[in-house]
């Protein structure tokens, strides 16, 4: 899915597209207003190829998927930031030219909104409550691989 959706220099498009569209949106920014790295959209395509079958930079140098659920935990549920910054994803998508590549575009879809609504969204009540040690998801054209 990496290689198939540009990789690397796809997945900063993509990662750059959503972060400029999740900015503009009142309720998704939200999120961002304790601040955040300023290398966030290079960080997020690092660790988007990776989760799609790319190379292991951002374990390899920025961290862990525990670190990454932490950063998304303790702010209690919010289904509404979620669905908006799956819309986002999904504009995103038809802005870098996957308007109508079907099978690439809804693995995509797929994988983003699996990763909010799931693994992102799994410890509403604290940061404290995600487990050391885990590793970032794995996901492939069959969905998520153990």
């Known amino acids: 899915m990496y290689a198939a959706a540009g990789g ?11 972060h400029r569209r999740v900015m503009a949106d009142a309720v998704v920014s939200h ?19 990776e989760a799609l ?7 390899d140098t920025m961290g862990d998927e525990t670190s990454v659920v932490r ?26 030219g996957l308007i109508e590549d ?4 809804q693995v995509l ?7 909010t609504t799931t693994t992102m969204a ?3 009540h604290s940061a404290d409550d995600v487990p050391s040690g885990l590793r970032i998801p794995r996901w492939s054209w069959d969905g998520f691989q153990d």
Request: aromatic share 12%.
């Open 8 to 18: 690397d220099a796809g997945m900063r498009r993509l990662a750059a597209t959503w």
């Open 31 to 49: 999120a961002f207003s304790h601040g955040l790295h300023p290398e966030h959209s290079d960080r997020l395509a690092a660790y988007w190829a």
């Open 53 to 59: 079958g790319g190379p292991t930079t951002y374990s």
């Open 71 to 96: 950063m998304h935990s303790g702010n209690g549920e919010h289904e509404e930031m979620d669905r908006r910054a799956i819309a986002c994803f999904d504009e995103a998508l038809t802005e870098v």
């Open 102 to 105: 079907g099978p690439l575009r």
């Open 109 to 115: 879809h797929d994988y983003f909104e699996w990763a």
């Open 122 to 124: 799994r410890y509403h």
